[in-house]
Nanobody
Framework: QVQLVESGGGLVQPGGSLSLSCAASGRTFRWYIMGWFRQALGKEREFVAGIRWSSDDTAYADSVKGRFTISRDNVLNTMYLRMNNLKPEDTAVYYC??????????????????WGQGTQVTVSS
């Protein structure tokens, strides 16, 4: 059974930085697409960033491009999201997700079969 466990959320001031981690277990993720999504209060879950586990292919939402960086460690089976220059509008619960079906990075939540429990990120002064 696939398990995804996020960590690293918290409270940060505008302009600050945070790093999130997603520890993956239970399956070989070599052929998976992995993604970070977020859901703000009262809003739909949205794509933030994605990475192909077997390569350096990445994709970002326009709202985070240039500020967030997604990466993964194949040995540790862990995915990361480095978030710089955080804004109040980045406040949300952040989820990591695994997509075993497509070969390209997709932004649709329905393409991702496995989800973590989420970690809260709050950007506020």
């Amino acid at each position: 059974q696939v398990q995804l466990v996020e960590s690293g959320g918290g409270l940060v001031q505008p302009g600050g930085s945070l790093s999130l981690s997603c520890a993956a277990s239970g399956r070989t993720f070599r052929w998976y697409i992995m993604g970070w999504f977020r859901q703000a209060l009262g809003k739909e879950r949205e794509f933030v960033a994605g990475i192909r586990w077997s390569s350096d292919d990445t994709a970002y939402a326009d709202s985070v491009k240039g500020r967030f960086t997604i990466s993964r460690d194949n040995v540790l089976n862990t995915m990361y999201l480095r978030m710089n220059n955080l804004k109040p509008e980045d406040t949300a619960v952040y989820y990591c997700a695994a997509n075993p079906m497509t070969t390209r990075i997709t932004t649709r939540t329905t393409d991702y079969d496995y989800w973590g429990q989420g970690t809260q990120v709050t950007v506020s002064s």
